[in-house]
């Protein structure tokens, strides 16, 4: 079933192949840093229009009356009739820095946190699959000499198992570039 572990690769190309499919790789990271560098010197761009149609209507009414020494005289009557009709069209484009942000943004909180999580959960993947690793070597050193705790058929079918994990983690390059004709 066996032949030897020429064809197998290493627990590091396990786990590199791993990470970069999962898409673990620190340089995600990295990339993110420049990017957050750059951004402070970007402005917030804002734009708006308004439109406003206002119409007023101003009534006014005087009247005169004089009295004098040649009599009281009423009038002329003033009226005033005032319409005005505003329509206005106001178009706003703005565009604002925050110098604060040069010396730290607040995103790099938020990338911080982040890095913590890609890191935590790249050490489980690295602990999950050197235990499937370790394993599967393990079981196919006993099952190469004769060894194996439980029968020989259930344990070919535990390397069976153990392989295919490790095949699905990488995405099929185990058993396509590695295993050689393998089980």
Same mark, same amino acid.
Do not use: C
């Given at each position: 079933?066996?032949?030897?572990?020429?064809?197998?690769?290493?627990?590091?190309?396990?786990?590199?192949?791993?990470?970069?499919?999962?898409?673990?790789?620190?340089?995600?990271? /990295?990339?993110?840093?420049?990017?957050?560098?750059?951004?402070?010197?970007?402005?917030?761009?804002?734009?708006?229009?308004?439109?406003?149609?206002?119409?007023?209507? /101003?009534?006014?009414?005087?009247?005169?009356?004089?009295?004098?020494?040649?009599?009281?005289?009423?009038?002329?009557? /003033?009226?005033?009739?005032?319409?005005s009709?505003?329509?206005?069209h106001?178009?706003r484009?703005?565009?604002?820095?925050?110098?604060?942000?040069?010396?730290?943004? /607040?995103s790099?909180?938020?990338?911080?946190?982040?890095?913590?999580?890609?890191?935590?959960?790249?050490?489980?993947?690295?602990d999950?699959?050197?235990?499937?690793?370790?394993?599967?070597?393990?079981?196919?050193l006993?099952?190469?000499?004769?060894?194996?705790?439980?029968?020989?058929a259930?344990?070919?079918?535990?390397?069976?198992?153990?392989t295919?994990?490790?095949?699905?983690?990488?995405?099929g390059?185990?058993?396509?570039?590695?295993?050689?004709?393998?089980?």
């Amino acid at each position: 079933m066996f032949k030897d572990f020429r064809h197998e690769p290493t627990l590091t190309e396990v786990l590199n192949q791993v990470i970069k499919n999962e898409k673990l790789a620190m340089t995600q990271v /990295d990339s993110w840093h420049k990017k957050m560098k750059q951004a402070p010197w970007l402005p917030t761009f804002s734009a708006g229009y308004d439109r406003s149609v206002r119409k007023q209507n /101003d009534v006014t009414f005087s009247d005169n009356i004089s009295v004098s020494t040649s009599g009281v005289v009423v009038g002329p009557e /003033d009226s005033n009739f005032d319409e005005s009709v505003y329509n206005g069209h106001v178009f706003r484009v703005r565009a604002t820095w925050d110098l604060s942000h040069l010396v730290f943004h /607040d995103s790099l909180l938020s990338a911080s946190s982040q890095s913590r999580e890609l890191t935590k959960l790249r050490l489980q993947v690295v602990d999950h699959v050197s235990k499937l690793y370790a394993e599967r070597k393990e079981l196919v050193l006993q099952y190469l000499k004769n060894n194996t705790k439980e029968p020989r058929a259930q344990a070919g079918q535990k390397i069976e198992i153990l392989t295919g994990k490790l095949n699905y983690l990488t995405d099929g390059v185990y058993e396509k570039r590695w295993m050689g004709g393998g089980l």
